[in-house]
């Protein structure tokens, strides 16, 4: 929208954190902007030092976790956490990467993925939480995810499956089941 022949402001609000409304600001701007792609939001204060000195290495292995919009437990129904599920499964959302193990939690996720060649991490992660978004739009028009997510490259020395045995067993220290085999949303390579 033009006024006067000059580009309007974008001015993001935050009603509650993670929750951008978009106004327009009416004072046009002294020097005309080039377009890009990307939405000009300020980010909270804590996610911009979780990119800082973030980096994709090929063949690496992250312990990855995203949570909920707000942290409200959509995957405590079942309907919304079997969609989630089937969108995780496919390997087309995954690219390159190649998903180890994963647990869907009732307000979060917890993956260890290995990156490939082509695609970096935000790559991954985008393409992820954008999936599983679209797979349940079907059946709800809410934002489903919140911004960001918390990566930690796991370093040689670590042992993969003790990690893998901490993420599936989230479920049982959070005090949702007895056992781990009782949980339904969860899978590993190495079972």
């Keep these: 929208m033009r006024d ?16 951008p409304l978009q106004k327009t600001a009416k004072a046009p701007l002294s020097v005309p902007r080039r377009r890009c792609n990307r939405r000009r939001m300020t980010s909270p204060p804590g996610h911009r030092s979780l990119r800082a000195g973030r980096i994709s290495l090929p063949g690496h292995i992250y312990l990855l976790t995203t949570v909920t919009a707000y942290r409200r437990p959509l995957f405590k129904n079942s309907e919304l956490a079997r969609a989630a599920c089937r969108s995780i499964h496919e390997q087309e ?15 979060h996720w917890h993956g260890l ?72 949303y969860w899978n590993c390579i190495w079972l």
């Design 4 to 19: 006067h022949g000059m580009p309007h402001r974008q001015v993001v609000v935050h009603c509650m954190p993670g929750t």
């Design 93 to 107: 959302n995954w690219g390159d990467a190649s998903l180890l193990c994963w647990v869907l939690m009732p307000d």
């Design 113 to 184: 993925v290995q990156l490939g060649h082509c695609d970096s991490l935000p790559m991954v992660m985008n393409r992820f939480k954008a999936a599983v978004a679209r797979q349940l739009n079907c059946t709800r028009t809410a934002v489903v995810w919140g911004r960001g997510y918390h990566d930690r490259a796991l370093r040689h020395q670590d042992d993969i499956r003790t990690v893998a045995r901490y993420i599936v067993a989230n479920p049982l220290r959070a005090g949702l089941v007895d056992s781990v085999l009782d949980y339904p």
